[in-house]
């Protein structure tokens, strides 16, 4: 097959990094082509000089030989170059069809594009009714919204940024299908992903950047997921070593736990009852949006749920705030780092308080010992390898990855008898995620009880004894983690969501 | 092409720096101002910043006078900028400030003529007890119907500044002033009178308490867990829950400190320097508060210095309106420039300046 694109040298300096170092490399037409990196190592900037968002300092881009340098992403759309992005931008007070209209240069009437929307979503097994309330649809139908959007307009090249990421694995089939499909039709798509079984089952070739530069080639379903990681980090690492503790007596009952939703676009709990034993690590897995922030709030205490909902060791904490339940030894970690987790001016000394101030008595009689706090917010860098010049540095100059490692370990460090967090690896490259899921393994060995609530259904297969999902705020009932498959979580997830299964012909 | 970057914190050289460098700019710009009016530039900028301290035949009144138009302004901003801190915008100090002078000294008057040494602590328990009072109501509306406390408070003001007309010429009116609106003269009731603690240097017990404010607001921000959790609260609302503080508490104390400390700023103004409750004792202390607030940085000690800067450019300016017969805008003009320059240069402390050829569109 001839080349579709070719990157000849493409670099791009942000001010302190090299977000992409001479990175050349063909995409061929018709291919299924993996853009494969850890977070941080450049894919996002270059998909953003593809797609016309950002200009490269130097190198060129040649679409079936013509010279390609987009100025901005309608340059890139007229190209036939296309992108799928990872967070969608979508109205959802419009319909299907108004919402597809605002992202075209010059829509159709509208009963003319509701029949295309119709036609192509037929075509490429993605049921869509063009006059559903976007509001109204699943995470994976959304996702059609902004596939479709794209394909009416005929890509070439289709870029797809973290896909599956918001998906169930029933809808992750459905999706492959139809790319699938794209692709026996001859439009290339360029996978962007960290998810290695996806693309080794996906992808025709892929790419692998580590800090900016292309590291290596390879075809994935000839190379393992192992080879695939070790290359895209750089080095080999550990896989956490697994516990050797029988779930004991229960330090953390929840009970019939219902909360309405915090606002107009949040997720009301219903239902949720669990038990969570010493020792014993309980992965929640679930689509993003279907109760997890919530269920973490009402956890940590930030919002407090009817008398009789939470105990912990078999007192009633349901009307206590956070600071009263971490006394009693019930800590959390909410998923967004800056500005939940930790304030983003101040230092990390300071952040260590926010949290630890009274079950590492950093506080006595109201006064903060300042030494005290420096000590501990030291231990934490320490303990989970924190890159900072010193604890004095303001929370929002470390790195996502860096700041994850420490908020999650000021939890750890504190030796809680629950911890409870959200997402705790997420933005975090492959080593320092193996040293966190480490932390809480460890953890649970000592006797802790852990919950961990993710998106990433490797990491909760990796490190939970026992798996439930999340879906719109009902938890499914729990199974040990040693009898499940992927259908079946799926179907714990909400299975497709209702979204018919493809029908393709190919 | 100049462009400003980002620094990764702030810098902690340039939050020292910056005043300094307000202050000299505002000096070159303004002498050349002074100069196109036709005064000597010198003369002019020696005449605010340095007569009303150092000149022999003025300073010996204006001396006392820095510290007497300090006092009030500091401790007003020193509880504002608490409240600042926390992201509570309490703008109605002014009315604060009118209630607890009015509160305060209706206290004393109720007991005149009376004489005891507890007479004047009671009317600062008053006094504070009003200002507190005033700043409840904004409080709490702010969190049973959250209602916003900027409107709320502002708006108060003017209630206030009515009460005042009324009670100076009805219910606290002097029985013996012949009609005169105005209260009996509290600093010439011995009960009540807020004396000069030294003669000849306007320290008076309001100074005192606003510099014992400044070193109580500089620990409780720096040592004590209230005022980490009141800056948290300023940084970010969530990470704060999530730490356990609670919004309405903090907005309760906040306010409540506030209105404190301008209600105790008001009973020493109206025992001390104003003497009595009188239609016209509003003097916009409550507002220009605010400004020393912020050129402060919200930091006690930058407050405190921004208080006596402010107050010396005021007796600066109107000795240079006296002396060198400049006219009174140029000297608010001159005002303002300081104003702009120290806000302005602030941004050194979060910004890089980068001189060179900025990147390509992103």
């Given at each position: 097959m001839p080349d579709l694109l070719r990157l000849n040298g493409l670099t791009k300096a942000y001010p302190g990094v090299v977000?992409?170092?001479d990175v050349s490399f063909d995409i061929r037409e018709g291919e299924i082509h993996a853009l494969l990196g850890e977070n941080g190592a450049g894919k996002s900037t270059l998909v953003k000089m593809i797609y016309g968002l950002v200009k490269p300092d130097k190198g060129t881009m040649t679409l079936r030989g013509a010279p390609y340098a987009p100025s901005e992403p309608s340059a890139a759309r007229t190209s036939g170059v296309a992108m799928v992005f990872q967070h969608f931008s979508l109205f959802d007070a419009l319909d299907v069809a108004e919402n597809v209209a605002l992202g075209m240069e010059n829509p159709p009437p509208r009963r003319d594009l509701a029949k295309q929307i119709r036609d192509v979503s037929e075509t490429y097994g993605l049921p869509l009714d063009p006059s559903r309330t976007v509001g109204t649809l699943s995470a994976g139908e959304r996702q059609r919204v902004e596939i479709i959007r794209c394909l009416l307009q005929d890509p070439k090249l289709l870029i797809m940024d973290e896909p599956t990421s918001v998906l169930t694995p029933q809808e992750v089939e459905i999706l492959f299908e139809t790319l699938r499909k794209l692709k026996a039709e001859g439009t290339a798509i360029l996978y962007i992903s960290h998810k290695l079984e996806e693309i080794r089952a996906l992808c025709d070739h892929a790419t692998i950047l580590r800090l900016g530069k292309k590291v290596a080639t390879c075809t994935p379903s000839e190379t393992t997921a192992r080879a695939m990681a070790e290359m895209m980090i750089g080095s080999s690492f550990a896989s956490p070593a697994a516990k050797h503790t029988t779930p004991d007596e229960v330090l953390l009952r929840v009970d019939n736990l219902a909360m309405p939703a915090p606002g107009a676009f949040g997720t009301p709990l219903r239902g949720i009852s669990f038990e969570l034993r010493s020792g014993e690590v309980l992965g929640f897995g679930g689509v993003a949006g279907n109760g997890q922030d919530e269920l973490l709030l009402a956890l940590s205490g930030e919002r407090t749920t009817k008398r009789g909902t939470i105990w912990v060791k078999g007192a009633d904490v349901s009307r206590d705030g956070p600071v009263d339940r971490r006394a009693a030894g019930f800590l959390t970690a909410p998923e967004e780092r800056l500005g939940h987790a930790a304030a983003p001016n101040m230092s990390l000394t300071e952040n260590a308080v926010l949290t630890a101030g009274r079950r590492q008595q950093l506080v006595k009689k109201g006064f903060i010992n300042w030494g005290r706090a420096d000590r501990f917010a030291e231990d934490v860098i320490k303990r989970f390898d924190v890159r900072t010049p010193g604890t004095h540095v303001a929370a929002r100059a470390l790195s996502g990855g860096n700041l994850q490692k420490f908020v999650i370990g000021r939890e750890v460090a504190q030796n809680p008898d629950i911890l409870v967090v959200n997402q705790p690896t997420w933005g975090v490259d492959a080593a320092a995620a193996a040293a966190i899921r480490q932390a809480l393994l460890d953890l649970a060995s000592k006797g802790a009880a852990i919950l961990v609530v993710s998106q990433d259904l490797d990491e909760l297969l990796e490190i939970s004894d026992r798996f439930g999902a999340l879906n719109e705020g009902r938890l499914s009932g729990l199974k040990p983690v040693a009898d499940l498959n992927m259908e079946e979580i799926g179907l714990m997830m909400g299975g497709a969501h209702d979204m018919e299964v493809a029908h393709v012909d190919a | 092409m100049i462009r400003l970057e980002k620094r990764p914190q702030p810098s902690k050289a340039w939050t020292v720096a910056t005043p300094i460098l307000a202050v000299i700019l505002t000096m070159i710009f303004g002498g050349i101002m002074f100069g196109l009016i036709g005064t000597s530039p010198v003369e002019a900028i020696r005449t605010i910043f340095w007569d009303p301290l150092f000149h022999p035949q003025f300073a010996g009144f204006s001396r006392p006078q820095l510290l007497v138009k300090a006092g009030p302004l500091i401790l007003i901003a020193i509880g504002l900028s608490i409240g600042f801190r926390a992201g509570?915008?309490?703008?109605?100090a002014e009315g604060q400030y009118i209630m607890g002078a009015i509160c305060g000294a209706g206290a004393g008057l109720a007991l005149y003529p009376m004489e005891s040494a507890l007479i004047l602590p009671l009317m600062i328990v008053a006094g504070a007890l009003g200002g507190w009072a005033w700043a409840m109501i904004p409080a709490l509306l702010k969190v049973r119907f959250g209602t916003n406390e900027i409107l709320v408070s502002l708006m108060l003001v003017y209630v206030a500044e009515n009460i005042l007309a009324s009670v100076s010429s009805g219910?606290?009116?002097?029985?013996?002033?012949?009609?005169?609106?105005g209260s009996r003269n509290l600093s010439q009731w011995s009960s009540s009178q807020n004396l000069e603690l030294i003669p000849n240097t306007g320290m008076h017990l309001g100074v005192l308490t606003a510099f014992i404010a400044v070193i109580l607001a500089y620990v409780l921000l720096t040592r004590h867990i209230q005022g980490y959790n009141i800056r948290l609260t300023g940084e970010a609302p969530r990470a704060a829950k999530f730490s356990g503080v609670s919004p309405a508490r903090t907005i309760l104390f906040c306010l409540g400190l506030a209105g404190a400390l301008a209600g105790m700023a008001g009973l020493f103004e109206v025992t001390g320097p104003a003497g009595q409750v009188s239609i016209d004792f509003g003097s916009g202390y409550g507002f220009t508060a605010i400004i020393v607030a912020f050129l402060g940085r919200l930091h006690p000690v930058g407050i405190l210095l921004a208080g006596l800067l402010m107050a010396l450019t005021y007796i600066g300016g109107e000795l240079a309106q006296l002396m060198?017969?400049?006219?009174g805008a140029s000297i608010q003009l001159f005002q303002g420039m300081l104003l702009f320059f120290l806000l302005g240069v602030d941004v050194l402390t979060n910004y890089r300046v980068r001189w060179g050829t900025s990147e390509v569109a992103r």
């Open positions: 977000a992409n170092d | 509570i915008w309490n703008i109605g219910l606290l009116r002097n029985p013996e002033g012949m009609g005169f609106p060198l017969g400049v006219p």
